[in-house]
């Protein structure tokens, strides 16, 4: 077996829960919010309810958002926030990405 290229290790150590285009959307909109409501979410994102559900279940399981439950009056109302962690891992993930874009004038 060979060793891998050097220059893909970046790549291959990218953050898989972030780097899914679903969860990396969810997170993109929460890092820009106090607070999100599902319905709301689904309506940027273009999820299905049971899509976006999943992947806020894969988020929260990695510590990266918290699920809050709430009532309207007698309605309930979910909704999301970006943990620090979830912060911390986006802002990773955006460096990543941007060192193993070439540089202008570099290709």
Same mark, same amino acid.
């Given at each position: 077996?060979?060793?891998?290229?050097?220059? #893909?290790?970046? /790549?291959?150590?990218?953050?898989? %829960?972030?780097?899914?285009?679903?969860?990396?959307?969810?997170? %993109?909109?929460?890092?820009?919010? =106090?607070?999100?409501?599902?319905?709301?979410?689904?309506?940027? $994102?273009? #999820?299905? *309810?049971?899509?976006?559900?999943?992947? $806020?279940? *894969?988020?929260?399981?990695?510590?990266?958002? =918290?699920?809050? &439950?709430?009532?309207?009056?007698? /309605?309930?109302? $979910?909704?999301?926030?970006? $943990?620090?962690?979830?912060?911390?891992? #986006? &802002?990773?993930?955006? &460096?990543?990405?941007?060192?193993?874009?070439?540089? =202008?004038? &570099?290709?």
């Amino acid at each position: 077996m060979s060793e891998a290229d050097p220059d #893909l290790q970046p /790549i291959l150590t990218l953050d898989r %829960t972030v780097h899914e285009p679903a969860r990396l959307a969810i997170l %993109t909109v929460l890092s820009a919010a =106090e607070e999100v409501e599902f319905l709301f979410l689904q309506r940027v $994102t273009g #999820l299905s *309810k049971g899509n976006l559900s999943s992947h $806020t279940q *894969k988020l929260e399981v990695a510590g990266y958002l =918290e699920t809050v &439950k709430a009532f309207r009056g007698r /309605i309930p109302v $979910t909704s999301f926030r970006i $943990t620090d962690e979830g912060r911390v891992a #986006l &802002k990773a993930y955006h &460096k990543q990405l941007r060192a193993l874009l070439p540089e =202008e004038g &570099k290709r």
